[in-house]
């Protein structure tokens, strides 16, 4: 029992020292690229791109041109309607006269017939005109919602967009890590070599570059996803975004940019939103197909015309032939269809009742996003100010403690302290500037003036 104790024993132990002999060449021998991926694409041209090429926006427009067509089927009730007919049938009477009840008469005979008439509807009660009318506020509803598709994708690619550059500044942060790791697992091999440190604090720095190598992966993942779901967004090939395709690293500009006011944004969105607009052209479709259903309680006039030609034969020994030609007006007026038409009345009522409850609550909808974004870019660039501050001073702090460290006044300790949190401000830093940048453009897209300037 103790023989297989110890045996056990050692055996763990030599599983244990495996890792701390090979941990100084980890990186030799699992080299790692470490290369930043940093393009030229900005977010104005990811974003024209695809307003351009996205499927949702051909599929917004042939929405539009469905509309027109329907607009054109009610504009085609102003015209004249002309058919031409023609038949020809075989028909056999049989006939027993009041006058003479003995006597039955049958007879068999061929009738064709051809002809053209034209029937034109003159009045309705004005129901065609309000037909009309809701067809061209459908088509404006249609208008509208390809406008809320722009609006909805663009800020979508601005989403994944700064997701890319964020994870490109981990990325970096990562990389800048593991070169400082490096270096001074590079010195402190020196001076463990020489016997002037103890080999703990050589194997410090290749835990942490291997710490780094490791977090510079887990970015790289993010990138690769978040760049598969932008190239989505943009339509491009096989959803894969070329590496000269890649987000620029810093867009500057936005981060000078005054914040507006509450009252500026909400007034713009009220009248640009075109959700809300969709909404508005609903109900005024809504209340032109009420009055076209209130034309069905009015009488129908049309004008009717047209020529007939019709032949009889084997009856008898004459043939007969007729030739007709008509012209007149014909009235049409429904007294009584068992209470069909109040209750389609009553349900446009209450869907434009429904739809103005949609309104009323999409104004508040926009009202809250709109206060929540201004909130969001007033604090994130105030973060991203203090971080910025705080980076610098942490950089600096970092870059003494090194020295002091190099010196041998400074402790190791110390030195991971410093750069764990350089580290760590360097990336709250970018992600509260990034933050800010994202934040502005959901309050763009909120108060849609997300679409300025990309056409």
Sequence with gaps: MFNYRLSTALFLLFLWLIPLQGLSLAEEAAPLSMNVP?????LREAQRMALVSSPSIEEALARIEASKAVLDQARSSLQPTANFYAGHRSQN????PDWAP??????SFNISNVGIQA?????DGFSR???ILASQHNVKASEQIL?????LLAEAVAAAFYQAQLAVESMFIAQQNHVFNRALEEEADIRWQAGSIPESDKLNFSVRALQAGTNFIKEEQIFKIVTTALAELM???EAKLPEDMYPVRNEEGALTRPIPSYEEEASYALQHRPDLKALASSVAALQEDKKAKKGDYSPKVFLNGGVDYTKMTDVGEIDQEEHDAFAGLTLSWDLYKGGERSAKIREVDQTIRATRQQQQQMTLAIQSSIRQSIAAVTATRIMSDRRKRALALTARIREHVEKSYRAGVATLTRLN?????????????ASSRINYLLALQQLDAASSRILDGID
Aim: hydrophobic content about 35%; overall charge neutral; glycine content about 6%.
């Design 235 to 237: 339509a491009l090939p």
């Design 129 to 131: 005109r309000a037909r």
């Design 102 to 107: 003995e006597v039955r008469i049958r007879d």
């Design 119 to 123: 029937n034109w509807l003159i009045f």
């Design 417 to 429: 302290e410093a750069q764990t949190d350089l580290v760590r401000t360097a990336g709250e830093e």
């Design 147 to 151: 406008g809320e598709t722009r609006r």
């Design 38 to 42: 940093i393009g030229t694409l900005t």
């Design 93 to 96: 009477s049989s006939m027993q």
